[in-house]
């Protein structure tokens, strides 16, 4: 008899030295235990936690790329759900980290298991109050599921929480995931938009599965005054999510 998820947890938690708690409702983690592409538990645990560990390493590297603020810069993770990445940017000492989630049941455990100073979401862009303004703004995956609604308005509040100088790091589903996602054509608007999700919680008409062209990221970032664009590159997250980061002049 193999060892119970726990105690898998427990394990590969201590290689990568960070807490090993799992909250039930981790749908990510739930994700990877389901997958086929695995042969084993232990590979599946393995690969949620060392995936977290690869995206907190790439997003460290863009930090440490393009911000400079002679100290800590100050960080705000959104929507980091049930800490998959976040049990790894806690061990940075070169970060003031803060994150944030939706679920009132994630920030609880963000802050109870995983150690993270964490703060409620909001369903509304314009609703979203975290504690100022920060030097980094950081949302892996999130507008891969966003509707054309609050799509633009999410990036402008973003950008708007974001510190004159400041970087906000995003990743969004575009031509390389339209296979994983089943988008076989991507619209001429540019914006494809699938009413399902594996969070049940959530309306699907809020959180479904999107995809949008890199061009037309790039046109709602060109709208929002006072910001550029510092780096957009196809499939640079996962091998298939593209990747931009946003600079928010002085």
């Keep these: 008899m193999g060892l119970s998820h726990t105690a898998l947890n427990q394990q590969v938690a201590r290689k990568f030295a960070v807490a090993d708690a799992v909250h039930p409702d981790d749908h990510i983690y739930n994700f990877v235990l389901g997958h086929p592409g695995f042969n084993t538990d232990g590979d599946r645990v393995n690969y949620y936690f060392n995936d977290g560990s690869r995206s907190a390493t790439q997003f460290l590297g863009l ?22 990445v976040t049990r790894h940017l806690v061990k940075a000492g070169d970060i003031d980290l803060e994150s944030c989630d939706i679920h009132p049941q994630a920030v609880a455990f963000l802050r109870n298991e995983i150690g993270a100073t964490a703060v409620q979401s909001a369903s509304i862009p314009e609703m979203l109050a975290p504690n100022g303004l920060y030097d980094v703004v950081f949302a892996l995956s999130f507008f891969s599921h966003m509707p054309i609604t609050t799509w633009a308005r999410w990036l402008v509040r973003l950008c708007e929480i974001t510190k004159p100088g400041g970087i906000v790091v995003f990743t969004t589903q575009g031509r390389h995931s339209m296979k994983f996602v089943g988008c076989e054509a991507l619209p001429e608007s540019g914006f494809w938009f699938k009413a399902a999700s594996e969070q049940s919680d959530i309306p699907v008409e809020e959180y479904g599965l999107t995809v949008i062209s890199p061009e037309l990221v790039k046109k709602h970032i060109h709208t929002i005054a006072g910001v ?9 997250w996962w091998g298939h999510q593209d990747l931009f980061v946003v600079h928010k002049s002085s």
């Design 63 to 84: 930090v440490k790329k393009y911000v400079d603020v002679g100290g800590k810069p100050k960080v705000f993770e959104f929507a980091s759900g049930y800490g998959c």
């Design 228 to 236: 550029e664009i510092l780096a957009a590159d196809e499939a640079a």
